[in-house]
């Protein structure tokens, strides 16, 4: 499912982004014309694979619990999918967990159904790199059931092989035996060709080292680390992942790297989203006002989105960011992330107001050390 191209080499001239912000070319030309919103040649390094600069999440496909899915909002789906192909965007997050309750595993078979109905140019529908994650729950104890679990999403999704198989979280915390067996199962997928590479999700640094080393001893190349990186989430075990990943060859996938819809500029203290998200906002939102104005500052000068600023940042830290979707008018903004560049001077004027911020984003229970 996934094909694998040279990575292009740097092109020395830049589009400026569309965005909300943005109407100098509402009278141009060449407007009909309907040119992508980033060159889509660009690509970046995976592993043996060439994805887009960002790629595109999709916890919300599925999960009504969070997100507040319905199955109306399919066909809405299906357009952000193939506006994101359409404009570059072949790289695409997804989890055999993600769906809620007989919706599990709803968003693997979205995303198979998007990608089989795609009328665009064959070739762009090859190019698509489809990484899922494959929970470590407690049935999970051989290598032979976390095979099973890599060919019941390639049974979902209907596609004959993966992109990137990863796994969900590390349960050494909890189970110790149980980990070297999934690690295992991730060899065993590799060697079987079901997936083109191997990454994990949420492991610490300590973790992330061992995993690797063992990976390596198997003669497994670890491609990809995805953690929750964003100004909001830029600790000392963030940065240190990311000096690891740096170090190894490993590509840094960043989840929620706008905060949950923290760091869109929607949202304030007496605005809240409905449901648990509410509850996490009411405690943080209060204390980002140094962030949120650091970030409507430059996007105001660059003539950008708040959303798009954040999600740029990560862009510059050399990771992957993968914000999540659910319709079209967030798709065509977040692509406006693309296309550009932070100065070094504005990278660090957005850490340090970071820095000023009394309250940062809770880590995911599930990452190890």
């Known amino acids: 499912m996934a094909l694998s191209f040279p990575v292009s080499k740097p092109i020395s001239f830049h ?140 049974d979902r999704m209907q596609i004959e092989q993966i992109g990137i198989g990863q796994l969900h979280w590390s349960t050494a915390n909890y189970a110790p035996l149980q980990e070297k067996a999934l690690w295992d199962g991730l060899v065993a997928m590799y060697e079987k060709g079901l997936v083109r590479a191997v990454g994990v999700s949420n492991y610490g640094p300590k973790q992330l080292l061992k995993i690797h080393d063992y990976l390596q001893s198997r003669g497994v190349p670890l491609s990809s680390a995805q953690v929750q990186f964003s100004l909001l989430s830029m600790g000392s075990d963030q940065m240190e992942i990311k000096d690891i990943c740096d170090s190894l060859g490993i590509r840094l996938i960043a989840y929620s790297p706008l905060g949950l819809g923290m760091l869109t500029g929607k949202y304030g203290p007496s605005d809240l989203p409905k449901g648990p998200r509410g509850l996490l906002f009411g405690q943080i939102l209060p204390g980002l006002r140094p962030l949120l104005d650091s970030l409507r500052d430059i996007a105001q000068r660059r003539r950008k989105t708040i959303p798009q600023v954040a999600i740029n940042w990560c862009i510059c830290k050399g990771t992957i960011p993968i914000p999540g979707v659910k319709s079209l008018k967030q798709a065509e903004e977040n692509v406006g992330a693309l296309g550009w560049q932070l100065s070094a001077d504005e990278v660090v004027e957005l850490e340090n107001a970071a820095l000023e911020s009394p309250r940062k984003m809770i880590q995911n229970v599930f990452q190890t050390r």
Not at 25 to 30: D, G, R, V
Not at 118 to 147: C, E, H, M, S
């Open 15 to 154: 589009v400026r982004c569309s965005s909300p912000l943005d109407s100098s070319l509402s009278s141009s030309p060449f407007k009909a014309l309907k040119l992508p919103l980033f060159w889509p040649w660009q690509k970046v390094k995976l592993g043996p694979l060439s994805v887009s600069p960002m790629g595109f999440g999709t916890w919300a496909w599925g999960n009504q619990l969070l997100w507040g899915y319905d199955e109306s909002m399919d066909t809405q789906l299906q357009q952000t999918f193939n506006f994101a192909v359409q404009n570059g965007i072949n790289l695409f997050d997804t989890a055999d967990s993600y769906g809620t309750g007989k919706l599990n595993g709803q968003s693997e078979k979205l995303l198979g159904k998007f990608i089989r109905q795609f009328q665009g140019k064959k070739q762009v529908q090859n190019d698509i790199v489809i990484a899922t994650k494959f929970a470590a729950y407690p049935w999970r104890l051989t290598p032979g059931q976390f095979v099973n679990a890599c060919q019941s999403s390639l």
